[in-house]
């Protein structure tokens, strides 16, 4: 079993932390009765309110000391370091200029993107105008937290619910981030254009419509900022994007499992067929899950798309049904469909045991 990520906070990390720096009284302040019980969110916020008990009062001063630290440990670590930006979200609020300096510092080496966002709550102007000045950093780090920190159903992280209903201001970014040099700064533009969508279909839309066509990069940022769009078979995108509706596809020669016990795979393949040339297609297939109460929820999974020349394509797929903390599996009948540019073209049960 993959180790749990709570436990990236041990003992060596904060011994190497403590290091100079705060008493063994820290760390027994750390690691009290609770310790264990606290989930990976819980330690953070508990070693970053700890922190501030034992640094100076002085904000300025107590930045500059774990700036010290942090440039000393960063090699070491990543995900854990995050400590240091959530010190600033809960003890720099007030201190807007310094907090922002610290965002910045720390961003280069350990994403800022969760600490940003309560100062956007609170300071939604002047945060979205600093945004706009990483927008135009050197740094791809710092352009990267000008669209990641600002997306509106960042995993993981509050919901930015004034963004969700008007994306205005976040538009207003990505418009400065959309042909970026760096595909990792492209590709949060692009997840965060996903968040979008969710909430504003039609802006997406619309944004896609008029940046699309200028060039491969972009082309390739709005595919995948489309993508839940894309797998709800929104008739506009999918034409957007050249797959078309094709009168004359069938699916043939369906061979599924119908049985499938806790654990075990299930395994489907089928005949995708035309007349003439298939063409540009995009293969999904969708699982409807039985709930517990009895109700189904569907899940859209892409298996292929491309230009087919020939008049007959193969598809072969296994999906495993082994145990995962994300997803509970109920006993009884099961759905698949198999889903051709949005048009449902076959429908097949299983039962899970």
Sequence with gaps: MAELLKNLYNEKYINLLSEGLFSDEFKKKIFDDEWKNKELKQRMRHISITMGRFLPKEYDKAIDLLKVRFSQIKPYYGLENMIFQDFVEVYGI?????????????TKDCSSEFAIRRFI????????????????SDD????????????????WAIALTEFKENPKKIIEILEMLKDDESEYVRRSVANNLNDISKDNPDLVKNLANNWLGKNENRDKLLKHGCRTLLKASDKYILNLFGFKK?????????KITKKVKNGNDLSFSFFIESEKNLGKLRIEYA???????NKYIKKVFKISEGIYKQNS??????????PISTRRYYTGL????IIVNGE??????????
């Design 94 to 106: 007030h201190n807007f200029e310094k907090s922002m300096e610290a965002l910045e510092y720390f």
């Design 121 to 136: 709550m609170k300071y939604p102007k002047k945060t979205m105008k600093q945004m706009k000045i990483w927008a135009k």
């Design 140 to 155: 791809l780090h710092v352009r990267r937290l000008a669209s990641e920190g600002c997306r509106p159903r960042l995993p």
């Design 246 to 254: 094709i009168e004359d596809l069938k699916v043939d020669d369906f």
């Design 287 to 293: 699982l409807y899950f039985l709930r517990q109460n």
């Design 313 to 322: 394509k193969k598809v072969q797929k296994i999906y495993s049904f082994k």
């Design 334 to 337: 099961h759905k698949v469909e």
């Design 344 to 353: 449902s073209l076959h429908v097949d049960d299983f039962y899970y045991l």
